[in-house]
C-alpha cells in the first residue's frame, strides 16, 4: 500500500458514517433490480461504482437521494432515514447534490439562473446572496465568463462543470454522479475529471458511477462492483484492478480495459 493510500485509510477510518444502506431491495414491477444491498459510506469517502450496463447503478445512487423509492431494508443519509416523511426528502435534497450524464441543465434559463434557482426558491436566499454564491463556483468550475449564456451556447464539457456548479451552489455534504462523463467528447472529458478530482481533494464524499477507470485508480478510495442488482464486490483500487476475486468482474474489467 503507498504511504498516501494509507493516510487516507487511517484518515477516513476515525470519520464517522455519513450512507448507510442496509438490505436494500428495489423491483421495478416485477423487475428485482436491487437485490440486498448494503453500503457503508464514511464521511470524506470517494467511491466509484462500476459495473455492466443495466446492473442497477443508477437506480441504487437514485435511492440514496430518494429519486427512486427502495421497497425494502434501509437507507440512511446524515441521521435522516429515507422514508415517504416528505420532510426528510427535503433535508436530503438539501444535502445530496446529483451530476446526470444529460446534464440536465434548464434550457431557458441563463448559466447563473440555473445555478441561484434552488438557492433562491429552496433555500430562500435573496437573489444577491445566491449569484455571488453561483459565480464563485462558476469561477471554481473556470466559466465565469459563461454566466450570462444559455446552456445551448456551451460545449458539453461546459454545461456539465455549470451543472456541477449548479449542485455546489446547495452546499451538499454528498455529490452524486451518475456517468458525468459518458456523454461527452473525448477531449471534454478531462475539464470534467479535473473539477471531481478538486472536489474530492477537498473533501467531499463523493460516489461515482463511472468507467473511468483512470478517475477510479486515482481518486477513489473503494471500487465497487455492481451485476444483476447486487454488490458483487469492492476493494480499493489497487487490489481490485489488480486482484479481482469473482469471474463476473474479471469479465467486466476484461472488456472495459
Ligand atoms: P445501470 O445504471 O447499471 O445501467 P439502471 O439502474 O439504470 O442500471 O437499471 C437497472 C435495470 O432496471 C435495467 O434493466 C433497466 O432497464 C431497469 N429500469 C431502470 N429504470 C426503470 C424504470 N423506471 N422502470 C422499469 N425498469 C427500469
Ligand atoms: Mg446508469
Not at 478517475?215 to 471500487?223: G, Q
Amino acid at each position: 500500500m503507498t504511504p498516501q493510500r494509507q493516510a487516507r485509510r487511517e484518515l477516513l477510518s476515525s470519520a464517522p458514517t455519513i450512507i448507510e444502506v442496509s438490505h436494500v431491495h428495489k423491483w421495478y414491477g416485477e423487475f428485482h433490480v436491487l437485490r440486498d444491498v448494503n453500503l457503508s459510506v464514511t464521511k470524506g469517502e470517494r467511491i466509484v461504482i462500476c459495473g455492466p450496463s443495466g446492473s442497477g447503478k443508477s437506480t441504487l445512487i437514485r435511492c440514496i437521494n430518494r429519486l427512486e423509492e427502495h421497497q425494502k431494508g434501509n437507507i440512511i443519509v446524515d441521521g435522516t432515514e429515507l422514508t415517504n416523511d416528505v420532510k426528510n426528502i427535503e433535508v436530503i435534497r438539501r444535502e445530496v447534490g446529483m451530476v446526470f450524464q444529460q446534464f440536465n441543465l434548464f434550457p431557458h434559463l441563463t448559466v447563473l439562473e440555473n445555478c441561484t434557482l434552488a438557492p433562491i426558491w429552496v433555500k430562500k436566499m435573496p437573489k444577491k446572496d445566491a449569484e455571488a454564491i453561483a459565480m464563485k463556483y462558476l469561477e471554481r468550475v473556470r466559466i465565469p465568463d459563461q454566466a450570462h449564456k444559455y446552456p445551448g451556447q456551451l460545449s458539453g464539457g461546459q454545461q456539465q462543470r455549470v451543472a456541477i456548479a449548479r449542485s455546489l451552489c446547495m452546499s451538499p455534504k454528498i455529490m452524486l454522479f451518475d456517468e458525468p462523463t459518458s456523454a461527452l467528447d473525448p477531449e471534454m472529458v478531462k475539464e470534467v475529471l479535473d473539477v471531481m478530482i478538486s472536489l474530492a481533494e477537498e473533501g467531499m464524499t463523493m460516489l461515482c458511477v463511472t468507467h473511468e477507470m483512470g478517475f477510479a485508480k486515482s481518486v477513489a478510495d473503494r471500487v465497487i462492483f455492481m451485476d444483476r442488482g447486487e454488490i458483487i464486490e469492492q476493494n480499493q483500487p489497487d487490489e481490485f484492478f489488480n486482484n479481482p476475486q469473482s469471474d463476473r468482474t474479471k469479465l467486466f474489467l476484461s472488456q472495459i480495459l
